[in-house]
């Protein structure tokens, strides 16, 4: 059995949150926006003119803090209680996973509009819910993707470019973990699906990311850029939308996850710990010092290679280190890269060298502070 979940509209293009409320029409014309102080700043008078225009009542949800099981609980007694018939959740990847989540539980539509392209958050049917104080609790499988998905591209490429390069790297790395142990012969429909979607991403962004970033420095906005955010959103996404008998057994996310029990790393954003993760399940599958070099260029260009420190986990870094490889054990326990790589220390000795592989090339290159390179 294959299960498809993918949004039912689906738009990115300049000033898209302008026909925002035309897509919101055709499922209510009553809505919640949950949104952040800082998405709302961004988006408050479009979203509120096009929302005017169409004649769609609307309440407000200020979201603050982790997506949690509880805020999305909050939110959805919110929605049923107004009889609200669709939220529309703008903002980062907290925001929309606990709006997906919220809709899910209260049986209603969700529209996600992104206010940053770091994930594909905005169209996957998963919401990640963490604890109130940060940490990785559990993945909810809801039912649907969101329904509409407006990506408007002046606002993703508006951003702070740190959230787009995370998002580049989040997106890379599906084809390097769709592709752990993956054999066309033998796989079901959909995970050959997922692995071309992945590679198809991972070629355009590995020609074009580059110069991407670099125009949105200097506001310009092209049609590389509007790609570069369907890779992001719309390819990336799609490559969990089809769910087979077998899944992808990647390191970099699972090592993402874990790695938020560790207080310190919560300031730094999913793709930048995901960048790390890479590394180190490149050294765990024993590629060659030429492939993991070639890795950490393709990774400096995006100045998104980082060390341990920059990461969160510099003090006492074993014993933090430990605490992730344990977690790791514990809640991914089916990882294949792990079949043949258990044993305590493993995962351990694995990011220390990922650390000095990035360190080595940084001190063979002059790039910067070889012992901590400030994130942009």
């Given at each position: 059995m294959i299960q498809i979940k993918t949004p039912e509209i689906y738009v990115s293009e300049p000033n898209a949150i302008k026909s925002l409320g035309l897509f919101v029409k055709k499922y209510g014309k009553r809505a919640l926006i949950v949104w952040s102080t800082t998405a709302k700043k961004v988006t408050?008078?479009?979203?509120?003119?096009?929302?005017?225009?169409?004649?769609?009542?609307?309440?407000?949800?200020?979201?603050?803090?982790?997506?949690?099981?509880?805020?999305?609980?909050?939110?959805?007694?919110?929605?049923?209680?107004?009889?609200?018939?669709?939220?529309?959740?703008?903002?980062?990847?907290?925001?929309?996973?606990?709006?997906?989540?919220?809709?899910?539980?209260?049986?209603?539509?969700?529209?996600?509009?992104?206010?940053?392209?770091?994930?594909?958050?905005?169209?996957?049917?998963?919401?990640?819910?963490?604890?109130?104080?940060?940490?990785?609790?559990?993945?909810?499988?809801?039912?649907?993707?969101?329904?509409?998905?407006?990506?408007?591209?002046?606002?993703?490429?508006?951003?702070?470019?740190?959230?787009?390069?995370?998002?580049i790297v989040d997106t890379l790395a599906k084809w390097y973990e769709t592709s752990v142990g993956y054999e066309a012969l033998?796989?079901?429909?959909?995970?050959?699906?997922?692995?071309?979607?992945?590679?198809?991403?991972?070629?355009?962004?590995?020609?074009?990311?580059?110069?991407?970033?670099?125009?949105?420095?200097?506001?310009?906005?092209?049609?590389?850029?509007?790609?570069?955010?369907?890779?992001?959103?719309?390819?990336?996404?799609?490559?969990?939308?089809?769910?087979?008998?077998?899944?992808?057994?990647?390191?970099?996310?699972?090592?993402?996850?874990?790695?938020?029990?560790?207080?310190?790393?919560r300031d730094t954003l999913h793709g930048e710990i995901v960048a790390f993760g890479l590394l180190v399940q490149a050294v765990l599958e024993k590629k060659s010092e030429e492939e993991l070099y070639s890795i950490i260029e393709k990774f400096s260009e995006l100045d998104v290679a980082f060390t341990l420190e920059e990461i969160g986990i510099a003090e006492k870094a074993e014993e933090k280190l430990q605490t992730i490889e344990e977690r790791i054990y514990n809640a991914f326990p089916g990882l294949i890269l792990l079949e043949n790589n258990r044993g305590d220390g493993t995962i351990i000795n694995a990011a220390y060298k990922a650390d000095e592989y990035v360190k080595r090339f940084r001190r063979e290159q002059n790039y910067g502070d070889s012992e901590g390179k400030r994130r942009a």
């Open positions: 408050e008078d479009a979203i509120i003119e096009s929302l005017g225009i169409q004649k769609i009542f609307y309440q407000e949800y200020l979201f603050s803090g982790y997506p949690t099981l509880e805020t999305a609980y909050d939110i959805a007694r919110e929605a049923k209680e107004s009889e609200i018939e669709i939220i529309i959740a703008v903002g980062g990847g907290r925001v929309l996973d606990t709006s997906k989540a919220a809709g899910d539980i209260a049986k209603i539509p969700v529209a996600s509009v992104p206010t940053i392209a770091a994930t594909c958050a905005a169209w996957a049917a998963l919401s990640v819910i963490y604890t109130a104080e940060g940490n990785f609790d559990h993945f909810r499988h809801n039912e649907h993707s969101p329904q509409v998905v407006v990506a408007d591209t002046v606002i993703l490429a508006g951003a702070p470019e740190r959230y787009l390069k995370a998002g033998k796989s079901d429909f959909s995970y050959i699906n997922s692995v071309n979607g992945a590679l198809l991403a991972y070629d355009f962004l590995e020609e074009h990311a580059a110069a991407v970033v670099d125009n949105a420095r200097r506001n310009i906005i092209d049609d590389n850029t509007v790609k570069t955010i369907d890779t992001i959103i719309f390819l990336a996404g799609n490559v969990g939308s089809y769910v087979g008998e077998k899944a992808y057994s990647g390191f970099a996310h699972p090592f993402y996850h874990s790695s938020r029990i560790v207080p310190e790393t």
